[in-house]
């Protein structure tokens, strides 16, 4: 890169940071490349402020090297700082204020940032450098922030169900008229079926990494050698084209059976028939209404049944475009939510896998490998774990925060706080997502390779998730209870005898002890 002190003057600095790699973002929408100068940079604070997995520094780290070399090709001039040049600053605050200094642009412009403490960051830009900051909408979104809150205010209850079938709607995805395809909005119960293991269950596209990528695992490995996770094999999209390569793929080979299998879960087969594309989508790579057109189109075209265009678009208009919306509502005293009162140091076992429970071992083994696990492993075994366990959610929360490659605080936090751990109060989830070993068994075949029983529910070969489950019942009896989709359950835990009901606690006790 050129040296600061050598820049020519500018009229804006338009920052892009790491998760909005897209050509036509708003900042970049708005700017011109014969007048404007494009800000990358490759901060040590973003890859450490939690210690993420190595794959994922790598990623983004190749992905944004690849991105300033296409804005290069559409014409922009990009400065970019790489991790361990001299004009490195380590911060936002920082780095933005040497090319300030540098390039004394006449205005600083941004999409407006993924999360509220980078935005709490560009808040003071202003005042500190003598500069105007324009923050543009994050258009990449279909629901706006604004919208949101106006879609939220003055409801007594906030469902995702609802606010999807009006993004629905907005969108025209998979709508007949003023009517769902098929003629209802929602295949959820279609889409709980267990799998069986096959030989030709088919697997994301890897790419082998080119010289630009090769660079970055060799920084990743000297820099943050330390953190968790495997950096290699490093199979990763890197680049626009090898993204859209890689969701072309799923759409055409694991889309069609996504639907039917996407809660299972299986011994040897991190990926089943999903995406593997979150990253991707959450990076700016892959554009989320061009993503679900084409799945839209594939259902049209008959290639793929309604319950797997649905439960994929559903994922994408409803639930994302909803914890997002619930992030930017309710944050920043969100991430401290702790309605269930749980203050458990999170287990060791989450970082080492080092547990003889087989679908916890399974989980966090996989995403030491491959900086990913689907939905269902993170919220019905290690996030079910860790709410039955009474595990402090902000606790999990830096840890999924940590591990995942498509993990950023605007989505990651509501999952885990709301979703995951009911430590919002039921402001996100209607009901604790709360299940014995019975449900895992049901949708996996750990259970048979499991040194635990899951069959029994008490002693010491039983399953932890079942003494766990009825002590979390009984613990928060009073709260659940007067929830309809609960109050069963706590019926039942009444129904136990008094001795069945001490051997529960003692049982969940002595399990508890040996965390």
């Known amino acids: 890169m050129s040296s600061p002190d050598t820049l020519p003057a500018i009229r804006n600095l338009i920052l892009v940071p790491g998760d909005q790699l897209t050509p036509d973002i708003s900042s970049l929408a708005a700017g011109d490349p014969t007048r404007d100068r494009v800000l990358m940079a490759e901060l040590q604070d973003e890859a450490s402020y939690v210690r993420h997995h190595k794959k994922k520094i790598a990623f983004l780290f190749s992905a944004m090297r690849h991105f300033a070399d296409e804005l290069r090709g559409l014409g922009w001039s990009v400065d970019y700082v790489r991790l361990g040049d001299p004009a490195h600053q380590g911060s936002f605050t920082e780095q933005v204020a040497q090319n300030v200094a540098a390039l004394k642009p006449q205005r600083i412009v941004l999409t407006e940032p993924g999360e509220w403490r980078v935005l709490e960051m560009v808040r003071g830009w202003a005042e500190r450098f003598g500069v105007p900051v324009d923050i543009m909408p994050d258009t990449r979104f279909l629901c706006s922030i604004p919208d949101f809150q106006h879609w939220a205010s003055g409801r007594k209850q906030l469902r995702m169900e609802y606010f999807y079938r009006e993004m629905r ?3 025209g995805l998979l709508m007949d008229g003023d009517a769902p395809v098929g003629g209802q909005w929602n295949y959820d119960a279609d889409n709980r079926k267990p799998a069986a293991p096959d030989l030709f269950m088919p697997r994301p596209p890897t790419f082998a990494p080119d010289k630009v990528t090769r660079d970055v695992l060799a920084l990743v490995e000297q820099r943050f050698g330390n953190h968790f996770g495997d950096l290699e094999p490093f199979w990763f999209a890197t680049t626009r084209a090898d993204a859209q390569a890689a969701f072309a793929a799923f759409v055409e080979q694991s889309l069609p059976r996504f639907g039917d299998f996407q809660d299972a879960m299986l011994r040897g087969s991190a990926f089943l028939y999903h995406g593997v594309v979150s990253h991707y989508l959450n990076c700016g790579l892959l554009d989320p209404l061009t ?10 075209a008959g290639k793929v049944p309604l319950n797997s265009a649905e439960g994929f678009i559903r994922q994408i208009i409803g639930w994302r475009e909803y914890v ?7 944050m920043p005293d969100y991430e401290r939510s702790n309605a269930l009162d749980h203050h458990r140091p999170l287990p060791d076992f989450y970082w080492t896998a080092e547990t003889d429970m087989a679908c916890v071992r399974a989980a966090v083994t996989q995403t030491k490998e491959q900086a990913y696990a689907h939905h269902i492993q993170r919220l019905m075994v290690t996030g079910n774990f860790a709410m039955l366990a009474g595990v402090d959610p902000h606790e999990l929360h830096l840890w999924y925060l940590s591990v995942y490659a498509d ?3 605007w989505v990651e936090l509501p999952n885990t706080v709301g979703m995951s751990q009911f430590a919002d109060g039921g402001l996100l989830a209607s009901k604790p997502y709360a299940a014995s070993g019975a449900y895992i068994n049901r949708m996996s075949d750990y259970c048979g390779s499991c040194a635990y029983d899951v069959k029994q529910r008490t002693g010491p070969d039983a399953c932890p998730f079942n003494s766990l489950y009825w002590a979390f ?12 989709r609960m109050a069963q359950m706590v019926a039942t835990w009444d129904r136990f005898g008094a001795d069945e009901q001490a051997r529960i606690s003692a049982s969940a006790t002595q399990f508890l002890a040996t965390l």
Do not use: D
């Not at 997002?324 to 309710?330: D, F, P, S």
């Not at 009896?477 to 007067?482: A, P, S, T, V, W």
């Open 169 to 171: 709607r907005k969108t």
């Open 291 to 300: 993503i679900c057109r084409q799945v839209e189109a594939a259902f049209r």
């Open 324 to 330: 997002r919306g619930i992030y930017w509502l309710k």
């Open 407 to 409: 993990a950023y605080e």
């Open 473 to 484: 019942i009984a613990r928060h009896r009073e709260r659940i209870g007067r929830n309809p």
